[in-house]
T-cell receptor, first 110, second 117 residues
């Protein structure tokens, strides 16, 4: 089955850029997603990228996709304390379900 | 209305109780999902309903019983749960259904925090 991995923790200073990385194993992935989860809350869809794209920019968010290496990243520019949360990448696997990565906890300090 | 609502927010139940979790959306979505999320872990898919029919059951124990009475509502009936079933239960909905083309953005509710004593 599909396996989606992320680094567990990232700490950045307010105003810096954050880069959260994700690797996946399914070469037939069509859409890859980034979700944000704040403490005690549900998941909020941030952005997605279609598999025939290399990059997608959406305001402060930039998604990069390297299909050859099966590597996805999310860059948050000018990171704010409100960006502190857990970030999950997700692969729309085999047209049936979302497979979530292990999650990266982003901590932003002043 | 782009919201998925879930009730209750918190639920504490004993192992002999019967309770239900409720989920509602008014976005016209025809696919609805139940996920279970343990602390510090990603959500795990439990069930998928497509056009009010159960399309995926991820080998969930029978003490969890889903129901989709109409296209806007999704219930999860709970009976004889175990303490290890304590978790955040998330409901989601999407417009694209299983096997369909196009993106499958899932919109999540805030979840029900379940504690089984």
């Amino acid at each position: 089955g599909e396996d989606v991995e992320q680094s567990l923790f990232l700490s950045v200073r307010e105003g810096d850029s954050s880069v959260i990385n994700c690797t996946y194993t399914d070469s037939s992935s069509t859409y890859l997603y980034w979700y944000k989860q704040e403490p005690g809350a549900g998941l909020q869809l941030l952005t997605y990228i279609f598999s025939n794209m290399d990059m997608k920019q959406d305001q402060r968010l930039t998604v990069l996709l390297n299909k050859k290496d099966k590597h996805l990243s999310l860059r948050i520019a000018d990171t704010q304390t409100g960006d502190s949360a857990i970030y999950f990448c997700a692969d729309f696997y085999n047209t049936d379900k979302l497979i979530f990565g292990t999650g990266t906890r982003l901590q932003v300090f002043p | 209305d782009t919201e998925v609502t879930q009730t209750p927010k918190h639920l504490v139940m004993g192992m002999t109780n019967k309770k239900s979790l409720k989920c509602e959306q008014h976005m016209g979505h025809r696919a609805m999902y139940w996920y279970k999320q343990k602390a510090k872990k990603p959500p795990e898919l439990m069930f998928v309903y497509s056009y009010e029919k159960l399309s995926i059951n991820e080998s969930v124990p029978s003490r969890f019983s889903p129901e989709c009475p109409n296209s806007s509502l999704l219930n999860l009936h709970l009976h004889a749960l175990q303490p290890e079933d304590s978790a955040l239960y998330l409901c989601a909905s999407s417009s694209a259904t299983s096997g369909g083309p196009g993106r499958n953005e899932q919109f999540f509710g805030p979840g029900t925090r379940l504690t089984v004593l």
